[in-house]
């Protein structure tokens, strides 16, 4: 089984990101499935969250989903802090032991801040290969810096973890990719570009 990571600020298209790279290796006959190190981190505070407070930690509104955020940061990052950043990484190690299909896609990668962190457990533990993205909006002006490179506006980190940990994250990926966002991503030539070319990375890769 070889480890993919996905990293990249919240909103900035992770999910999709792993979707599309998922149907693309079932289109090449390669087997996969995404994880999340979030999902233990939910687990955890599901009870709590839908009886205490009356939130469902699952639910995919925004606006329910900016009432626990905070909240779901602070524990994450205090088992964090227990373990020197150990602890969901070797929950989702028991996780993806497990698994028996060619490629686990963790799409939550968000720290590099302990020695042994997120960041070094994908590319060095696993050997694997992290993907970072940064998804601005087409309509977004855009500054053209000094040496001709374009500059669009990202979508920002909601909180200060993200702020400091996704530029370590960026610096320490394999790829480093900037995309629009789009109507219809699947049928999108630039952005289906990109998830081609990690494809056929993540391919070679799992046949070295």
């Given amino acids: 089984m070889f480890v993919v990571g996905v990293s990249g600020v919240a909103r900035s298209g992770k999910n999709l990101f792993c979707d599309m790279v998922i149907k693309e290796l079932a289109n090449q006959g390669y087997t996969s499935k995404q994880f999340a190190l979030a999902d233990a981190l939910?687990?955890?505070?599901?009870?709590?969250?839908?009886?205490?407070?009356n939130?469902?930690?699952?639910?995919?509104?925004?606006?329910?989903?900016?009432?626990?955020?905070?909240?779901?940061?602070?524990?994450?990052?205090?088992?964090?802090?227990?373990?020197?950043?150990?602890?969901?990484?070797?929950?989702?190690?028991d996780t993806i032991s497990q698994y028996t299909g060619d490629v686990a896609l963790i799409s939550d990668v968000r720290y590099a801040h302990y020695t042994n962190d997120e960041l070094t457990w994908v590319t060095h533990e696993h050997e694997g290969l992290l993907v970072h993205l940064r998804r601005y909006e087409k309509s977004s002006s855009a500054v053209i810096e000094a040496d001709g490179t374009i500059k669009f506006d990202y979508v920002k980190p909601p909180n200060e973890h993200e702020r400091i940990n996704d530029p370590k994250l960026r610096e320490g990926a394999h790829f480093q990719l900037d995309w629009p966002t789009v109507e219809n991503p699947f049928d999108n030539l630039e952005i289906r570009a990109m998830v081609e070319d990690v494809t056929t990375e993540i391919i070679e890769l799992v046949n070295k």
């Fill in 42 to 53: 939910k687990r955890d505070c599901e009870h709590f969250l839908r009886t205490q407070c």
């Fill in 55 to 93: 939130l469902d930690v699952y639910s995919d509104n925004t606006q329910q989903k900016t009432l626990f955020r905070e909240f779901l940061v602070w524990y994450g990052d205090l088992r964090r802090k227990q373990t020197n950043g150990r602890h969901w990484i070797e929950t989702m190690d």
